[in-house]
Structures are given as C-alpha cells and as structure tokens.
C-alpha cells in the first residue's frame, strides 16, 4: 500500500498545479483610470458651470452699459462652451474605448478561468480513479499472496501485475510532481551530447507491443532525466488511445541538420481542431464522467514543455490509414 510520504507528495503536486491564477493588473489599472477619469469629469462641469455663472453675471452688469460688450462675453460663452464639450466628447469616445476592452479582457479572463476550472474538476475525478485502480490491485494481489498457497508461476504472474501497477502509480505520481515543477520554474535542464539510439532502445523494451526502428547510430543533445519522461508518455498516451494490443511505432532518423524522434499509433486519431488543445495543462478529448480512455491531461503538457526546453518542435500528424505521430524535431 502507498506510504504517507508517497500520499503527501501527491497532495502537494495537487496544490502546486492547481493554484489559482493571479488577478489581472490591466483590471486594476482601468480600475484606476475609471476614478481619475469621473474626478477629471466632475472638475471640468463644475468649472465650467462657475465660468458659465460668471459670464452670465457680467452679461447682467452689461447689457444696458455696452451692448457690444454683451455680444462679445456671449460668444466667447459660447466658444468655450465648445471647446468643453469636445474635450469632454474626446475624453469619453477615449473612456469608453478602453471600457470596452477592460470588459471584452475581463470576460476573456473569466473564461480562460471557467475552462481551467472545469479540467482542474476532470483532473481531480481522472486523477481519484487513475490512483484507486492500481492501488485496489496491489491490494487484491497481495491478499492473495498472503492467504493463498500458489505455485511458482502463479506466484510470478501476480508479481509482475503488482510491479505493472506500481510503475502505473510511480508514472502518476512523477508527472504531478514535473507539472508542479514547471509551473514553479524549478525544472533544471543539463542538456549533453547523449546516444540517442542507446537511450531510446533501453526505454522501449520493456513495452512488449512498441517497435523500434532506427537505421543507423544517432548523437543529439538532451537532457538524460527528463528525455525519458517525454518519450514515455508519448507511448502511454498511444496505450491510452490505440489500445495495448496495437502496435505502436517508434522510430529514430537523421533528416539534414535535424533529428527526428517519432511515436506513430494507428488508434481514433486526434481531430485536426484539437491538435493543438492537447498540449495544454488538464486538457482531454472528451467528458471525463463518459470517456474510456485512462489518464490525468498532464502527459501531453509534460511532453510540449520538456520538447520545448530542449530547443526542439513538436507536431502531430495523420498517421495511415487511421491514429496518429508525434514528430519531434531536435535541431542539432
């Protein structure tokens, strides 16, 4: 069963990659724009109701003594009138325009949180069942280890499923842990001249259902203790997807000055207009209370920043006839 440690770094990743994000400081600063602009409004109609109270007491004084004098305070009245009012016009078309686009910011903002809400709510019911499935099994089959008297290869076969589902949980519980990281900006990066082929050869072979092909030796720079993070949730993703009867392609080339490191499956495939949504945080195809497919929406997020820390590119392509590559483009 999971220690407390193991439980405590899980809730701490849960509190990391869920913080709320920081309220927006254009909204405070149309906030402050607002007051200046009523305190500016408000100057400008007393002031010109004193300058029109003025004028209108001279005009009394002098409509009998000079009448030409009354003319002359009535249009100059009326120029300032004018002036006013398009500096106040002006000063409105100028406060309704940045109005609208506080409005058109905060509504976007409100949104962008209501999506990050609603897959922060599918993270926590993905992450609840991904974390009792495998405990449930480890439990089952150490009871029946206990109580039960096996024979070797029986024995074995129980093991092997326990060490499937501790590597299940162990998988779960590094990518909370890299998302907190990241969002923390505590992911350190020691990029060095590595044999890629070596590398990727020695994380494919425990999967029995991925096949690799690489023509010749490849030397690219990366990261030894995040690289292998990227390539194994790109096959776990295609285990989601495609199934872990299907075969799933791994293939290592050389293509000019790059390398390309790619996981074909031959599963549902991605639609075109989710191609890019994947790679954000929590993000999953589909309703979390109806879909079959197991996982957290952190893989995929995982993988674009860790690419992108490596200098590197990724895509997503049609594979034929049906599912999907992931394209890594390292630039040597």
Same mark, same amino acid.
């Given at each position: ?11 701490? %990743? +849960? ?10 400081? +254009?909204?405070?600063? $149309? ?6 602009? +009523?305190?500016?409004? %408000?100057?400008? $109609? ?31 009245? !009326? ?32 949104? &962008? ?5 609603? =897959? ?27 109580? =039960? !008297? ?18 299940? $949980? ?10 907190? &990281?990241?969002?923390?900006? &505590?992911?350190?990066?020691?990029? =060095? ?53 299907? !075969?799933?392609?791994? @293939?290592?080339?050389?293509? /000019? ?6 996981? @074909?499956? /031959? ?9 890019? &949504?994947?790679?954000?945080? +929590?993000?999953?195809? %589909? ?9 957290? %929406? ?13 200098? @590197?590119?990724?895509?997503?392509? /049609? ?9 890594? =483009?390292?630039?040597?």
């Amino acid at each position: 069963m999971p220690s407390v440690s193991f439980l405590l770094e899980i809730c701490t %990743g +849960f509190k990391m990659i869920s913080k709320k994000p920081q309220s927006p400081f +254009f909204f405070y600063l $149309l906030v402050t724009y607002v007051l200046l602009q +009523f305190l500016w409004w %408000g100057w400008l $109609l007393i002031n010109l109701n004193n300058d029109i109270y003025d004028l209108k007491s001279s005009i009394n004084l002098l409509q009998h003594e000079n009448p030409a004098m009354v003319i002359e305070k009535g249009n100059e009245l !009326e120029h300032k009138l004018h002036l006013r009012w398009m500096m106040i016009v002006g000063e409105g078309v100028v406060f309704i325009s940045l109005l609208l686009l506080g409005i058109m910011h905060v509504v976007k903002t409100q949104k &962008k949180e209501a999506e990050l809400g609603a =897959r922060q709510k599918n993270f926590l019911l993905s992450v609840t069942h991904e974390l009792k499935s495998p405990i449930a099994g480890i439990k089952i089959a150490t009871e029946t280890l206990l109580k =039960r !008297e096996l024979d070797k290869e029986k024995q074995t076969e129980i093991l092997n499923r326990v060490l499937t589902d501790t590597d299940r $949980l162990n998988q779960l519980v590094e990518n909370i842990l890299t998302a907190a &990281k990241i969002d923390e900006g &505590k992911h350190v990066f020691d990029l =060095r001249d590595t044999d890629l082929t070596d590398l990727v050869t020695k994380l494919c072979k425990p999967y029995t259902n991925v096949k690799f092909i690489a023509t010749e030796t490849v030397f690219c720079k990366v990261d030894s203790l995040s690289f292998p993070s990227i390539l194994n949730n790109l096959i776990d993703n295609a285990h989601k997807y495609a199934g872990s009867e299907n !075969e799933i392609t791994v @293939a290592l080339k050389k293509e /000019n000055s790059a390398v390309i490191l790619s996981v @074909a499956d /031959n599963g549902a495939g991605i639609p075109d207009a989710e191609k890019e &949504k994947v790679f954000e945080k +929590f993000y999953r195809i %589909g309703n979390e209370e109806t879909r079959s497919a197991k996982g957290t %929406g952190l893989g995929l997020y995982i993988v674009n920043y860790l690419v992108l820390r490596h200098g @590197a590119s990724i895509a997503i392509k /049609n594979n034929k006839p049906k599912g999907c590559i992931f394209e890594i =483009r390292f630039n040597k």
